[in-house]
């Protein structure tokens, strides 16, 4: 009877371990969107500051949990295991750090597009160099200071180029303020023929 209801009060746990392990991950996602949406928005981005918190947190990771991780590997037994447990765990830290440098520059992008409105707009040129034009996932990736990023977007002239595949014909054109870090906070932007 007592073991019954230890079980049923593990039961209970495990579920509330596991539906608060998703909620987490939804609002990792929520987060993770929120710091793409204004990254996308920022022109000529400092990606040294995102590979730079990748590093430390991943390294932060695997120091915090490493005798943990040690003991877990050495209670397996069979081969197969030992490498499905280092596979994943591998893949989950690299997750799971990827997700936390984006949400933790999310203050920085939002302080960087405030900062920005203090500055007059500006015009940016850049170069086109690729076009996808798929009805849910249209895209462009433009070059600036030598470095290519992408804008998820659709107007009908991103149709036309992609079908004549003349998108080194064509401008990527920002009206964008100044902010900090050499970046350029997108207000409008368009595609012009060169």
Request: aromatic share 18%; hydrophobic share 45%.
């Amino acid at each position: 009877m007592k073991s019954r209801k230890r079980r049923q009060g593990q039961s209970k746990i495990g579920k509330k371990s596991k539906s608060y392990e998703v909620l987490r991950f939804a609002i990792a996602l929520v987060l993770f969107w929120i710091y793409i949406v204004t990254e996308e928005k920022t022109i000529g981005y400092p990606n040294y500051l995102f590979n730079s918190l990748f590093w430390i947190i991943l390294v932060v990771i695997v120091v915090r949990n490493l005798q943990i991780t040690i003991n877990d590997f050495k209670d397996l037994r069979d081969k197969i295991d030992k490498a499905i447990f280092t596979f994943l765990y591998i893949f989950k830290i690299l997750i799971i750090s990827f997700f936390l440098s984006g949400i933790v520059l999310i203050p920085f992008n939002l302080y960087n597009r405030y900062y920005s409105k203090r500055n007059a707009i500006e015009l940016i040129k850049c170069e086109i160099t690729g076009l996808s034009d798929y009805s849910k996932n249209s895209c462009f990736y433009y070059s600036y200071k030598g470095e290519v990023s992408i804008i998820y977007a659709h107007r009908k002239i991103m149709s036309d180029i992609y079908i004549n595949k003349s998108y080194q014909d064509y401008l990527f054109v920002a009206k964008a303020r100044k902010g900090l870090l050499d970046t350029y906070l997108i207000e409008s932007w368009d595609i012009v023929h060169k």
